[in-house]
């Protein structure tokens, strides 16, 4: 088993600046693939950042490319989300998920991760 808890969001101001932080407990060496999942009020969940094991592959969802960046410290366990440049329309629950299937490859969709966290309310205000 893989334990997740976020931490860092908050209500901010739009062009304003968060920091989403995920620490991974259990059996952390069985974690391979790790990201970020949105669900904003009225949606379905969106894929919005992963990273591979290594953490030398990333892959962002298109909107959030050159604000977001994700980074994970394997040796600490844990995997963060910097956001910048922040818009009303990032307004969602982020969930820190993880994945044990033994693949370097990145997951990209809700149903690939078979971890998650409780999820962390981020506001972005106009």
């Known amino acids: 088993q893989v334990q997740l808890v976020e931490s860092g969001g908050g209500l901010v101001q739009a062009g304003g600046s968060l920091r989403l932080s995920c620490a991974a407990s259990g059996r952390t060496y069985s974690v391979y693939a790790m990201g970020w999942i949105r669900q904003g009020p009225g949606k379905g969940r969106e894929f919005v950042a992963a990273?591979?094991?290594?953490?030398?592959?990333?892959d962002y969802l298109d909107s959030v490319k050159g604000r977001f960046t994700i980074s994970r410290d394997n040796a600490k366990n844990t995997v963060c989300l910097q956001m910048n440049s922040l818009k009303p329309e990032d307004t969602a629950v982020y969930y820190c998920a993880a994945d044990t299937t033994p693949t370097y490859r990145l997951r990209y969709s809700s149903d690939q991760y078979n971890y998650w966290g409780q999820g962390t309310q981020v506001t972005v205000s106009s």
């Open positions: 990273i591979s094991r290594s953490g030398g592959s990333r």
